[in-house]
């Protein structure tokens, strides 16, 4: 193995995750400005009641929106909503509920997860198809919601075709759709950007809610659960408090929100970080030894490199590993990005490959 | 009833909560210096690490804590850690996890909340004897953890001797102890303030884990589950993400709790909002047509009000009812009540209650 | 304490509960004459589909009956089929599924108890009308379904006006009706026998779901659930599964219980045990230092017997402790317990508590 | 579709399921002869105390035994005995827990069930071993139960060394396994048959606990949980009431185990099963069009049948589907299955697929 000492300096952030970011400061000044005397609890303050207001006016309809702590939260708390008695959540066998919620969902939930293998992280209306069989069959809990997620944990993006697709066929199948939006800032600036394109890919799709993510864009923390069908929020508030998910002083989750939403900060900073992926991807791919994938549709590259790189890359500038056995890893782009950042890693990355390759 | 009209000008700050309060400047302060470039999300960063080094302090051993997102999470999170199969939890039937937590506790536990009749809202030695019969019992869920708030929901305090002796009882009976302590800092303030009077409430008396309060306290928002036993939170990292409460950005968590433990602000502010309380008392318990109680050992006061009184002055300066068939209501104070929020509340306070008394 | 050698001879039955007493002869032949080549399982066999006939021609509407295994597996299926999102049931601290189902119905249905206090067991409109404040606080659990238990726990009959109140009380405040009918032919018997009795309690009354129970009549072992609103028993087929109670083999099932509703044996025999629990509560009521309260309504007497006399007695002849500190004790009598039984074992409580009174 | 008047006269018994059969006569023989006054509920009576003792002897060990009513409800009280907080059970994506138990594993445990690819229904420790990087990360639910099915639900059975290794790797693990041996006397029997059979594949093997089934082996209805390493079921009275298998009356379900213990009656009757299967491949073998796999391991045969030929047959005699994309079907022997009802049965594929033939 090499050692880390043949690299050169390492980039200012590291390209681990968009969640080793901090918060944009117009984030940190909102908190800030929000702290100012009493405000109601629990949500029954101006700054949440303006926030349920700007994301009607984002989603252009009367969705229903409850802000809440974090992304696990914000899909037990959309799941419960949806879910029946002896219900099922069907999604693919890479979706983070299914795979990085510590089985959170199962416990909360009481539900059955159905994973189902997907290239791509994707689910397809011949996934749900498949699982109509199991419909009225008292032996097997009920397909009743499909989660899906976008953007993907492999970093693709469903067309708005694709999930208008999937959500007719749900309909179709008396199944709901939710969609797991932790980085949907993302996807909706792949789609091309705008209130357009995130309307296409979610309300004129047909999906009924969506986790909206905020802190892998750029919060200190916050998640926003949007229901595009307000009557699936009926309980909602209530399945809020209950599956902790309730912030007593929501006003600074709100102030968070609104500065987000503001000048389509969210839309600016994902695009940026997005911009930032496929300069990564551009500056690593010709690098000998790797394979760096396809060019990326959003904020992440998934390259395999050679197994003796990987380490010393990893203590000069922590990422994670994604497929261990192919040794596939992910480097991921922020908000905070900057291209010298990108430069500086790939840079490293380009003397690591390159020490490899000269041993061979 | 009365027009909110013959009011006198009401208060900057209401009497609602200790969360209608926002957060301490030095603790927006401390999140603003937090966001600094990149830190390991999940809390493998240094404010994190350094937050769990002064709870160490703090208590005078070797505790582990975890930080959380709020009071529901934070009590869930502990009591998870402490059941095991078939056991129930103890506690009164004015309990927080038992009354306010929207049944959370059941749902994500999958336990039965076995809630005393507990005047006071304080558990005795005898309430876990009279459970021990339950001890062996097939049929029943098995008495095994024991949950106290300190302060309690109706503003007493337990002494350290109290809770020593229930701690003893609790032991002996082969059961753990779990204090909720949203607001432990103005039990502890109450006791006589420092951290001597913290561990002697705690450690000393023989509790299990603690929820230590931070959001009543004034911040943003976080809790932090102490357990005092460090092999009792074997499970709890993971059990911390199953139950929604891992925070991604921990650092922006661990930064506030460290202004609130610096210089003591944590009990500084405590006191003040005791303090308030006593003096808001005192501003009303000669008032005619009211019954104000005992003077308050924390930061709230629960007087029986004239009925006519009551949306009058709800509407004029918000608080919360307490008991409505008596007519009690809760007033309570925060870290930022100033002593002219008080004189203002209690010449509204007065200007009502006589008003009342002379039309009778 | 008193030798146990000064009692006369033991009854051959215990009068310690009506699931000591075995399963009437008639119920063993049904089985046997079940066991005749295949069947399809899961219910889709003759037996169960008559079986569900005659619970229809029994109620005189068109209800829907799944059988299960046991009580508390009813229990937990009832309340199944009738909880939403973050509901809660309504029941008396004395509630079976309170108290001797081992936190079952709060791990399985993930809900929230709430157990009432109820002289004699019994739940009042005003119970009902107490809760009524938490409906739409989303701090709390929502009442949503009442659980009743017809006859009680402590052998009280509710009359079918009481009932209907009750009914119309919870249907008024949006709550459904459940009635745990363990011994609900024994309620049947005290209320005038006959399928008038059983409608006027129950469908008439405006009864949602009731757990029939069987097992404790005569059965080996056998309980149906009955929605007299179908509709409720929507996705009942699947929780039952899900809650482990479908049987395979439920032809045997369905047969014990044709034989149980075959020339109404289920009210013969339930009204034979009360009777039998009328005569020991004539044979004891006089003797010196008892207390065995008013005669029962249905099958149990509740006697306060002086200390000394009730281990002996017990090792005598089994029965169960009621209330530990008052000195209470249950007698159940039975489909099987014989006047001889009722003369023996009144002798035995006669000569303990005449070697007693001797000894004062 | 051809008619179903084609065939001949049809089978007396079905090949559905070993659970469209009826109970063996000395089953039905012992429940009336357990039919005797009174006994102690709950497992307090001779009969369950004698079949307590009978494990042991059959496992020649100081084995615990608890009794339940159905394999569900006795996967579930082995799996909650086993699981800690943040548990999940790894099983295969075939196995009765993750697929026919309508989601109540994941309702009852609220435990995340890893369900992984195994060509032809069976774990390796390969399996094991991938999920070992699971093992201390806190965003996965921790992979801590194995649960494999003997015989599986394809009809395969483990060797002892395949078991023996599964067992040795998940412990180096830190692993415990559960053996859902709902067909654990097919696989006995299939194993050379004897209780040295039972204990190689099972005690010696390093198995932790076993659901041990008798209702598919000729019982009216009853399992047995047998925990090999008795400190396991430390809690398992209690969580067997909690997950509602408690029989109240258990003496019924004991006396059907000792009949089923005695004299090997149930090696014999599984015994019998598989060679009626064996007997049915044989002669179904040849038949063109049909491709009935290898010779069946237990009693179970998995024939791929032309599509034809699958609904007149079943409308014949009913049979179940397996693998509908397929055509793959599944015919059951049973313990009451004669050489003539598989002569007749064999007949009548004869024909049917003879008349599909002569089409082509």
């Known amino acids: ?5 043949d690299l050169p300096a390492a980039p200012a952030r590291s390209f681990a ?3 080793f970011a901090g918060a944009h400061p117009e984030v940190i000044e909102a908190i800030r400005r ?8 629990y949500g029954d303050d101006p700054w949440t009641k303006e926030c349920e207001g700007r994301f009607r006016e984002l989603f252009g309809a009367d969705v229903t929106t ?6 696990t939260g914000s899909n037990v708390l959309a799941l419960a909503s949806l879910l029946g008695p002896a219900d099922a959540v069907v999604c693919t066998d890479w979706a983070h509920i299914a795979v990085d919620e510590a089985g959170g969902p199962e416990r909360i939930l009481g539900a059955k997860l159905i994973d189902l293998d997907a290239p791509g992280a994707k689910l397809t209306p011949a996934h749900l198809e498949d699982q109509a069989h199991l419909l009225g069959n008292l032996h097997h809990a009920q397909p009743a919601v ?13 067309s708005v075709d694709e999930i208008g697709t999937l959500c007719d066929t749900a309909h179709r199948l008396g199944m709901t759709v939710h969609v797991d939006g932790a980085r949907i800032a993302n996807a909706t600036a792949a789609l091309g950007g705008g209130a357009a394109a995130l309307r296409a890919q979610t309300l004129e799709a047909g999906v009924d809610v969506v986790s909206f993510g905020g802190t892998k864009n750029g919060l200190v923390g916050g998640e926003a659960v949007v229901f595009l069908r307000p009557e699936l929020a009926r309980r909602a508030p209530f399945l809020r ?4 998910q309730l912030p007593s002083k929501m006003r600074f989750i709100a102030a968070q929100f609104l500065a987000l939403l503001d000048d389509d900060l969210w839309l600016r900073s994902a695009a940026h970080a997005n911009d930032m992926a496929v300069e990564l991807h551009r500056a690593t791919a010709a690098l000998p030894g790797l394979d760096v994938g396809p060019a990326p549709d959003v904020n992440s590259v998934f390259p395999v490199l050679p197994a003796t790189v990987i380490e010393p890359l990893r203590a000069w500038c922590f990422f994670w590993d994604w497929d261990v056995p192919r040794h596939q890893v992910r480097w991921m782009t922020a908000w905070d990005t900057t291209p010298e950042d990108v430069r500086m890693f790939a840079a490293g990355v380009a003397a690591a490959s390159e020490a490899t390759a000269s041993k061979n």
Do not use: P, W
Not at 1 to 5: E, G, L, Q
């Open 1 to 5: 193995m090499m050692s880390a000492v």
């Open 17 to 19: 995750s968009d969640n």
């Open 34 to 41: 929000a702290n100012h005397g009493h405000a109601a609890a």
């Open 66 to 71: 409850l802000l809440t702590f974090n992304g």
């Open 146 to 158: 499909v989660s899906i997620t976008q953007s993907t944990e492999l970093g693709t993006v469903y």
């Open 241 to 244: 408090k209950q599956v902790t």
